[in-house]
């Protein structure tokens, strides 16, 4: 008997009587114990060279920037154990029953995998009986697409003929997809590796960026009651109209902009708005209406980038390239339909604006298409509240999103948040940078950061140097510190002279002569040349005069 304890203990299943739930650690979710379960098959972590494997690294670096994003470090578990035909063992279906959400990293050998195929229905089944296969009407599955399965037309479903559960298969066709890949020149998928180089790198770490803003979004949108999800007479603090000023419409779109609309998607999240839809739309055309009127209706803007109904990918295979001009062209029509049901929606509410962007030289291949195309340029009612940018490049559209949507922010500030931290460091000490930026999440600061993962620039330095509550810049490796100083001596110029609340310098190690002698009049300075502590940062902590007093051994 002895042993069996042991032994159950060493799989978490055992746990002494009345202390189970004090002992037992929580996830980032209340009633969950774990965050997130990775779903994939052996096969997709083998490394290309003597690196790390691709599941490997996924894994780790969504750890990572999901500890930024929220604060606090996620616990992401998979199974390294996995075999063949063998039964799921008590310690996975337990466990899984305990976990938020699953990320299901698809691939050729996912689906031929029976074992990933058991770990995905488990969840599922599991899932249902905790809390639902959706919270706030958002699924709790997401979908990573390593490497495309067939010909990837998203009508398709790849698990079709399984023995998972047709609602099981229609959940996951109409979660969001993270592709992992793009169609170069000749219709290839290119996977993204980034052993391959700086620039498969960066579009391996842009997609994790995706994928964590969306599994943020979700665990926030679940940590405080949803606007949709109000029982009616019950007071909340933002108004439904509040609520349509915080979302976003942004228009599916044709193939060849997918990128540049996760683009203008990850601008409005990093600036705290939420972007509709946040599921794949249905294929079928009453369904697709339905769904798209909701999501209007939930929204006071709408965005709808224009594209092509052909493709510019001139493929070997040439049954490839037809499969590319039939996702063109139901794209284009789908890009129609968006449009002319935002129109119906302008026609009732004249608070509901929206904002169309072509490419410069955009044809179309279907005359009926082209017409469409001539429509939106020329006639006087596609511009009754809406903005028309044609051959405006991308950064043009974003200056507008931001100019539209500067009031309703402006008047978000200080209402139901903390203030706002803009905390200012050079590309190279972000990881250095980290226990800060914990530390003031943790103690309900909103901090904002000029770049994200892997080093890319968030647009928008001025802007958060107009919007924040208090500036904190870190010195770290590099002296840039006459440069940060030009722009607190300029910041009025932001901020239409509405003051801030504190201005810090934290100067880090290594330490040096120069940091050692570092002072100046613009701003608190602070030195610790150690590893981070809470008495090294308090007399910027004073100086912001947060709405609560911090606790002795508060969590740093």
Not at 5 to 33: A, I
Not at 236 to 252: F, G
Not at 298 to 320: K, V
Request: glycine share 6%; net charge negative.
């Amino acid at each position: 008997m002895v042993l069996i304890h042991r032994l159950l203990r060493l799989t978490n299943l055992y746990q002494p009587e009345g202390k189970q739930k004090m002992n037992t650690p929580k996830g980032l979710l209340p009633d969950f114990e774990e965050d997130i379960f990775i779903n994939y098959d052996h096969d997709d972590n083998k490394a290309l060279t003597d690196l790390r494997g691709w599941v490997d690294l996924m894994h780790e670096s969504l750890e990572t920037r999901l500890a930024m994003l929220v604060g606090e470090k996620p616990k992401i578990w998979r199974d390294n154990l996995m075999t063949g035909n063998q039964l799921l063992t008590d310690t996975i279906v337990v466990r899984l029953s305990k976990t938020a959400f699953l990320v299901s990293v698809l691939s050729p050998s996912y689906i031929n995998s029976p074992w990933c195929k058991r770990e995905l229905n488990e969840f599922y089944l599991r899932a249902s009986l905790n809390g639902g296969i959706k919270l706030n009407n958002k699924s709790r599955i997401f979908k990573v697409v390593k490497t495309p399965i067939g010909d990837n037309d998203p009508r398709i479903d790849p698990l079709e003929g399984s023995d998972l559960p047709p609602e099981l298969r229609a959940l996951l066709q109409e979660s969001l997809g993270y592709n992992f890949f793009e169609l170069d020149d000749k219709g290839r998928p290119i996977e993204f590796w980034p052993e391959l180089g700086k620039e498969f790198r960066q579009k391996f770490l842009t997609r994790l960026e995706d994928l964590a803003q969306d599994i943020k979004e979700f665990i926030f949108k679940c940590q405080k009651p949803a606007c949709d999800q109000l029982v009616p007479g019950e007071q909340s603090v933002a108004s439904d109209q509040d609520c349509k000023k915080n979302r976003i419409y942004l228009a599916e779109t044709t193939p060849e902009l997918f990128e540049d609309r996760n683009e203008i998607k990850r601008t409005l999240q990093q600036h705290n708005y939420h972007v509709l839809p946040d599921e794949n739309l249905p294929f079928e055309s009453p369904a697709f209406d339905e769904k798209v009127r909701s999501y209007l209706e939930q929204s006071a803007l709408s965005i709808h980038l224009i594209g092509s109904d052909h493709t510019s990918i001139a493929a070997c295979d040439p049954q490839t390239q037809v499969s590319l001009n039939f996702q063109h062209q139901l794209a284009g029509v789908r890009v129609r339909k968006q449009h002319e049901l935002a129109m119906s929606r302008a026609d009732n509410d004249p608070e509901y604006s929206r904002l169309i962007w072509m490419p410069a030289g955009l044809t179309g291949q279907d005359p009926s298409y082209q017409e469409f195309i001539e429509y939106l340029q020329n006639d006087p009612a596609v511009y009754e509240n809406a903005e028309v940018l044609y051959g405006a490049n991308l950064e043009d559209l974003k200056t507008i999103v931001q100019k539209r949507l500067k009031f309703s922010r402006e008047e978000n500030i200080g209402k139901g948040k903390g203030k706002r931290v803009y905390l200012i460091c050079d590309k190279q000490d972000m990881e250095a940078a980290l226990p800060l930026q914990t530390f003031l999440t943790r103690q309900k600061f909103e901090v904002m950061l000029p770049f994200k993962a892997g080093g890319q620039v968030v647009s928008g330095h001025k802007e958060n140097l107009r919007l924040c509550d208090a500036v904190l810049i870190f010195y770290g490796s590099t002296n840039t510190m006459e440069w940060k100083l030009k722009d607190l001596r300029r910041i009025d110029v932001f901020r239409d002279n509405r003051p801030l609340l504190a201005k810090g310098i934290y100067v880090a190690g290594p330490e040096t002569d120069q940091k050692r002698a570092f002072d100046t009049i613009e701003a608190l300075v602070m030195k610790n040349f150690g590893e981070f502590s809470l008495e090294s940062l308090s007399p910027f902590l004073k100086q912001v005069e947060t709405i609560a007093p911090f606790a002795k051994g508060a969590p740093v």
